[in-house]
């Protein structure tokens, strides 16, 4: 440890995140936990929801590579000359900058793609890489993406991320896929949201339906869309969607505008999502497991939903299913289908509902974040140590 490090009482962590901070869960919490008794500083694309807290603003998506960078990134992808990348990346510049000259106790390094650049900042106790999801197998249903990007972050994971001083992931089925392939031995913490002293609201009519995330192809938000327009049973389907402009969203909101039950909204901020919510009586969630992640998914919006004391009706995704089933908080589908959920819908009766609210009331304090919380402090304070 420097001097200026041993002068400084409390202890000094950096947390990188490529997402918006504002729209990263496990990134808000960490700093939430963490800045009582330490030093944090923050960088990410976006701006910061702290204002009390230093920031890093990270260069946009769009601008990180630049046209010519781009052409180089994808070069250095297939030729696999991967120390290349991070020299390459306006983003992993910006962070050196930032913050390299600095001395830091820890850094936390959210996904993979901040594990190259985290791993070049002086930290005395090394880094935690939140690896989140299974990152070789994140978007395997692209030819593509298994050809170029997977091999990429399977270099990472055996040099950088194997370097670190330890790493955390969401779901248990991905913390077993770690260890079987790549020799690591990640801590769950999964992506509880924090608890909230909220009572579950009566039962609506029509019932209210509501699904937030992000409008990508791989989501297939379009099942739930297509779920209520087959319906008979009086219903309202809301969707706070990131990524509702692009090309996917706007088919999403054109396939939408056909019943006037179904409404795409804008997204709202991580710590106004809960208060949204709870306006209305059931979280839907269908993810086809097109992929390994999507098959292991223990989602954000499952805890978010259950915090804002609604009931849920899923796809059979079985760490998602068993929650569900063990908490006795809603409805598994049959399967991944619009037919499945449909029918899924049009069975619920506003007592059934009822009961599933009451049942995310009783069930929100064991599922809430408080005990991941206490999981993180131990890891980080003994990492300190």
């Not at 999403?252 to 039950?261: H, T």
Request: proline share 6%; hydrophobic share 45%.
């Amino acid at each position: 440890m420097t001097a200026a490090a041993a002068a400084h009482a409390r202890p000094r962590i950096a947390i990188l995140s490529p997402a918006p901070l504002a729209r990263s869960p496990r990134a808000l919490k960490q700093v939430r936990a963490l800045r009582g008794d330490h030093d944090i500083v923050t960088a990410s694309r976006g701006d910061s929801p702290f204002p009390e807290i230093e920031h890093v603003r990270l260069p946009d998506r769009e601008q990180r590579w630049g046209a010519l960078g781009r052409i180089l990134y994808l070069m250095a992808l297939a030729l696999h000359l991967y120390p290349l990348i991070t020299r390459l990346s306006a983003q992993d510049h910006a962070i050196r900058a930032a913050l390299g000259d600095r001395d830091w106790d820890l850094v936390i390094a959210h996904d993979v793609q901040t594990a190259t650049v985290a791993e070049t900042l002086r930290s005395r106790c090394g880094v935690l890489v939140d690896l989140h999801e299974y990152f070789p197998r994140q978007n395997e249903h692209s030819l593509a993406w298994r050809l170029l990007i997977a091999p990429y972050f399977r270099w990472i994971l055996s040099g950088p991320v194997h370097r670190a001083a330890a790493t955390t992931t969401v779901s248990s089925g991905i913390v077993e896929e770690y260890r079987r392939e790549h020799d690591l031995d990640p801590t769950l913490i999964i992506n509880a949201s924090p608890y909230q002293e909220r009572q579950a609201a009566p039962v609506h009519a029509p019932l209210r339906l509501v699904h937030s995330g992000v409008a990508a192809p791989h989501r297939h938000v379009e099942i739930l869309i297509d779920a209520v327009k087959a319906s008979e049973a009086d219903v309202t389907l809301d969707l706070y969607l990131v990524g509702a402009d692009s090309d996917y969203g706007r088919g999403l909101r054109e396939r939408a505008s056909a019943d006037a039950r179904i409404r795409v909204h804008e997204p709202v901020p991580y710590d106004e999502l809960i208060a949204t919510l709870a306006d209305h009586d059931l979280g839907l969630h269908v993810l086809p497991p097109i992929n390994f992640n999507h098959l292991h998914a223990l989602p954000n919006k499952l805890f978010d939903y259950v915090q804002a004391r609604l009931g849920v009706v899923i796809g059979p995704s079985p760490e998602m299913a068993r929650i569900v089933r063990e908490a006795g908080v809603g409805v598994v589908a049959e399967d991944f289908t619009a037919d499945s959920l449909h029918a899924a819908i049009d069975a619920l009766t506003p007592e059934a509902v009822a009961e599933y609210k009451a049942a995310s009331e009783r069930s929100a304090r064991d599922l809430s974040s408080e005990r991941q919380t206490e999981i993180l402090l131990n890891l980080v304070s003994r990492l300190l140590d």
